[in-house]
């Protein structure tokens, strides 16, 4: 059996939303799933699942506080660990990371949540695991209503909605068979 963990940060339950459908699709699919905050994830090895999902909102173009820190002290620890990245970040068989991230990019659109899963990216990488997709999330500026309603995407308030949770729930089904 695969093994999965979900990772996210959230603040208005956009992404736990989203974190939680894909754990059910993930477990659907046959893997046994863990589904954990950032802050709850310091212990956790990643090492020790075959696919790390993480998720989080992106906040002025960038991963919030809690999950850069997350991210950065892993790549440490890690460091310490394993001694420093080798030229080219060679890849771990069997290590393989999905990547989502909520946005609602009132200003500019998607580009303002790229940013924020490229740095995802790279620490993933540097990891040494095999990035399979990146998953982007339209959802509602929560406690904003212009930026729900007047912004780039227009009205996107309710979103994520029910039916986008299920089409990730089917997506993260469908992921399983590219372990």
């Not at 209503?145 to 995407?153: L, V």
Request: aromatic share 12%; proline share 6%.
């Amino acid at each position: 059996m695969k093994k999965a963990v979900v990772i996210y940060c959230s603040f208005t339950g956009n992404t736990e939303k989203v974190a939680k459908s894909i754990a059910s699709g993930l477990s659907k699919a046959g893997c046994e799933v863990a589904l954990t905050t950032v802050k709850e994830a310091e212990n956790i090895d990643i090492y020790a699942y075959d696919l790390v999902c993480f998720g989080v909102p992106s906040i002025n173009w960038y991963l919030p506080k809690p999950a850069a820190d997350y991210l950065k002290g892993k790549f440490e620890q890690y460091k310490k660990d394993f001694g420093p990245v080798p030229p080219c970040a060679p890849s771990k068989p069997g290590k393989n990371a999905l990547l989502f991230c909520t946005w609602s990019g009132p200003h500019t659109g998607i580009r303002e949540a790229i940013p924020c899963v490229l740095a995802m990216q790279q620490y993933f990488e540097h990891f040494g695991f095999t990035v399979l997709d990146e998953w982007y999330v339209l959802s509602e500026f929560t406690g904003h209503e212009e930026n729900s309603t007047m912004g780039r995407m227009g009205d996107i308030r309710g979103l994520p909605s029910a039916a986008d949770l299920l089409r990730i729930e089917k997506q993260a089904e469908n992921i399983v068979t590219r372990l």
